[in-house]
C-alpha cells in the first residue's frame, strides 16, 4: 500500500517534512504535529518498540513536540535523545525483574523501583542522553496528576536542566501503592499521568496540535481491565489520605477511557498506531522478558507498517541494521 493509498493527513504531513528537510521553528506548512505516547507500565514495551521504528525512519524532526503519560513519557524522552534502539537492553530481564519486583511488597518495599530506573538504569546500565532531550529543539512534554485536584499538568515550563527532567519522569511513573509516595516536583505533588490522563491527546490539542500521531500500548479490541472490589476499596483509601484530589479520577477510569476513545476515533488528523490483534496482553507489571521483547519487535513493525510511504534512513539508529518484513 502506497502513502497515498493510506490517506492519512498525518502520513502525509510525516513524508512532506522528512523529504523536504522541514525542521522544528522553521517551518512553512502552517501545521504543529505532535507525537502523542500512551502510558501502561509494562505495556510500554510496545511503544517503545514504535519509537525504534521512528527512530529508523528517520522522522523526529519531523514532530514539533512529543507529549508522554508514564512509560509513554519515558519512551519519548528515549527518541528524542536519538537512543530508542540502543536502550532495548533496559528490556531484558535482569533489568526488568530489578524495576518490578512483586514480592518486595511483602518487606514494604517498592513493586516498582522507578527510581533505581531513572537513576541507576538510566545513567549508568543503559545512559539516556539527559541534555540532549532539554536541548532538543522538538519540546518534551511529560505529564503529571496533580494530587491536589486531579489535573492533568505539563511538566514541560519546569524541565531546565537533567535533574529536572530526571524529576519530571519520576513524577509522571509514579504508580499509587506501586511506585510509592507521590514525587514533589516546583511546589506541587505529583502520581502516575495514567490517573488524570493516559493518552495525552487533550494536554496537545490544547497546546495548538493540527496533527497528531498517537502511539496506543493496548490492542483495538483490549478494554481496560475492571479492578476489583477489593482493589478499588485498598487503592481509593490510600489516595483518599495521600492524593486525595485523584481519587474520583480512579473511580471515575471506565468514562476517562471512553472520553479519550472518543476524541481519538474518526479525526483524520489524528493517526493512532496500536498493537496487532495478535499482540499479547501485558499487564501492568508484567515481567516476562521474552514477551516483553517480543513486544518491542511488535511495536516497531507496527510502525513501519501504519507509514508504507517511508523507507529506513541508514543510521538512523537502528543497532541491528535491517528491517524486519
Request: proline share 6%; with cysteine.
Amino acid at each position: 500500500m502506497s502513502l497515498e493509498e493510506s490517506a492519512s493527513p498525518v502520513a502525509e504531513l510525516i513524508a512532506a517534512r522528512r523529504d523536504g528537510g522541514s525542521v522544528p521553528g522553521r517551518r512553512a506548512d502552517g501545521a504543529r504535529l505532535a507525537l502523542v505516547i500512551e502510558g501502561g507500565s509494562a505495556r510500554g514495551a510496545y511503544s517503545h518498540g514504535m519509537v525504534m521504528g521512528l527512530e529508523d525512519l528517520g522522522v523526529l524532526s519531523c514532530f514539533d513536540a512529543v507529549y508522554g503519560s508514564s512509560a509513554g513519557a519515558l519512551n519519548g524522552a528515549w527518541l528524542l535523545c536519538g537512543r530508542a534502539n540502543r536502550s532495548r537492553r533496559a528490556w531484558h530481564a535482569d533489568v526488568v525483574r530489578r524495576v518490578i519486583d512483586p514480592a518486595r511488597a511483602l518487606r514494604g518495599g517498592r513493586v516498582v523501583d522507578t527510581r533505581y530506573l531513572v537513576h541507576t538504569v538510566y545513567e549508568r546500565i543503559v545512559p539516556m542522553d539527559f541534555a540532549a532531550i532539554v536541548e532538543n529543539p522538538v519540546t518534551f512534554h511529560p505529564i503529571g496528576t496533580d494530587t491536589a485536584d486531579g489535573a492533568a499538568v505539563d511538566l514541560h515550563p519546569h524541565i531546565t536542566d537533567p535533574a529536572s527532567l530526571q524529576r519530571a519522569l519520576l513524577a509522571t511513573t509514579c504508580l499509587p501503592i506501586l511506585a510509592g509516595r507521590s514525587v514533589e516536583f516546583a511546589g506541587r505533588r505529583y502520581v502516575d499521568a495514567g490517573l488524570s490522563e493516559s493518552v495525552p491527546i487533550h494536554t496537545a490539542l490544547a497546546q495548538g496540535a493540527t496533527h497528531t500521531l498517537v502511539l496506543r500500548t493496548r490492542r483495538d479490541d483490549e478494554m481496560p481491565s475492571a479492578p476489583s472490589s477489593i482493589e478499588t476499596r485498598v487503592v481509593a483509601r490510600y489516595l483518599s489520605r495521600h492524593a486525595p484530589g485523584v481519587v474520583q479520577n480512579w473511580l471515575a477510569r471506565a468514562e476517562h477511557h471512553a472520553r479519550d476513545e472518543g476524541v481519538l476515533t474518526g479525526d483524520r488528523t489524528i493517526l493512532q498506531i496500536r498493537p496487532p490483534r495478535h499482540a499479547p496482553a501485558i499487564g501492568r507489571v508484567g515481567r516476562d522478558s521474552a514477551v516483553l521483547m517480543r513486544a518491542l519487535d511488535l511495536g516497531r513493525d507496527a510502525v513501519l507498517a501504519a507509514l508504507p510511504g517511508l523507507t529506513h534512513v541508514a543510521g538512523s539508529g537502528n543497532i541491528d541494521g535491517a528491517i524486519r518484513p
